[in-house]
């Protein structure tokens, strides 16, 4: 099967304990997905390490990069293919220096074309954009609108990801104006009948893209 132009990116709920593993095998499992953010907030780092352990294992079992928000010394502790940093976290030179350059790096640019330029030109992997539709997940203070992802897919080769609320639903604007990745989280663990499905419905609109 030809991969789709576009591709889906999870992100974990900030609670991933109890079944959650269980949850995230059930997403994974169902269809294709190229990556998982691990995003935890205010846990020390060795409670964070326990708690992301079992889900990189379900990450390498299943060919899909593992990428860790904000802490660039749990993703060297882990081994992780990934880290995701905001602006206010650490910058991305210091990162690059501290990971070396098999570590993939997205930086979040909110809806700044200047940012994302800044991003790119540091040698960020990926600029994610956000948020486009309104989100549970965290506070909605920026909100780009599509001129901004067929702007970036136009003049650059780096992939963006479009961020914030995405269902099955409302994605099809985001695949048509040129996002490379859907980075998801309640759209997948809030869907009523379970991960699984969301992952399969997302799935079946992105093979079409």
């Not at 997403?27 to 998982?36: D, I, K, R, S």
């Not at 604007?173 to 859907?182: I, M, T």
Request: charged share 20%; with cysteine.
């Amino acid at each position: 099967m030809i991969d789709p132009d576009c591709q889906l990116y999870l992100i974990s709920p900030l609670e991933t304990g109890g079944d959650f593993p269980q949850q995230l095998k059930a997403a994974l499992e169902a269809g294709p997905v190229a990556a998982f953010q691990f995003r935890v907030k205010d846990l020390a780092q060795q409670e964070a390490a326990r708690l992301a352990a079992p889900l990189k294992a379900l990450c390498d079992e299943h060919d899909v990069a593992f990428v860790v928000n904000d802490d660039i010394a749990l993703a060297r502790q882990l081994g992780a293919d990934g880290v995701h940093l905001g602006q206010s976290d650490e910058n991305l030179k210091n990162a690059r220096a501290e990971l070396g350059l098999d570590v993939q790096i997205g930086i979040t640019c909110h809806d700044s074309r200047h940012l994302a330029m800044e991003a790119g030109e540091g040698g960020a992997n990926y600029v994610a954009f956000g948020a486009f539709f309104p989100t549970q997940t965290k506070e909605t203070v920026h909100t780009p609108g599509l001129d901004i992802l067929q702007w970036w897919s136009a003049m650059m080769e780096i992939p963006c990801v479009a961020i914030g609320g995405i269902t099955p639903e409302n994605c099809p604007p985001l695949v048509e104006a040129g996002a490379d990745f859907l980075a998801v989280c309640g759209g997948v663990w809030n869907d009523p009948k379970g991960p699984a499905h969301a992952v399969r419905s997302f799935n079946e609109i992105l093979e079409k893209s």
